[in-house]
């Protein structure tokens, strides 16, 4: 059983992407997961969380640029970031807490100045 974060890669401050998090034998319904971030030399931190009832919240530095959303038919998580600064440039992370604590491989995230 694995999540699989894509979508990462290099953008130019202000651009845009979307990351996607998918899994081989998780169904995503119902379930809390969220976005984390790490940056080089810097703690992992949370980015964006979704509930179990679809409650969602954000980290401060990223309210009004990204949104999370999740597609159940789908069984994907996304983040979709705009704006993006170079503060924003990590290892994306996606994250599932079910039975137990399920993290994807990282997605990385670089943007330019």
């Known amino acids: 059983v694995q999540l699989q974060a894509s979508g990462g890669g290099w953008v130019q401050a202000g651009g845009s992407l979307r990351l996607s998090c998918t899994s081989s034998?998780?169904?995503?319904?119902?379930?809390?997961m969220g976005w984390y971030r790490q940056a080089p030399g810097k703690q992992r931190e949370l980015v964006a969380f979704i509930s179990s009832g679809d409650s969602i919240d954000y980290a401060n530095f990223v309210k009004g640029r990204f949104t999370i959303s999740r597609d159940n038919a789908m069984n994907t998580l996304y983040l979709e970031m705009n704006n993006l600064q170079p503060e924003d440039t990590a290892v994306y992370y996606c994250?599932?807490?079910?039975?137990?604590?399920?993290w994807g491989q990282g997605t990385q995230v670089t943007v330019s100045s």
């Open positions: 034998g998780l169904d995503f319904s119902f379930k809390n």
């Open positions: 994250r599932l807490i079910h039975d137990k604590d399920y």
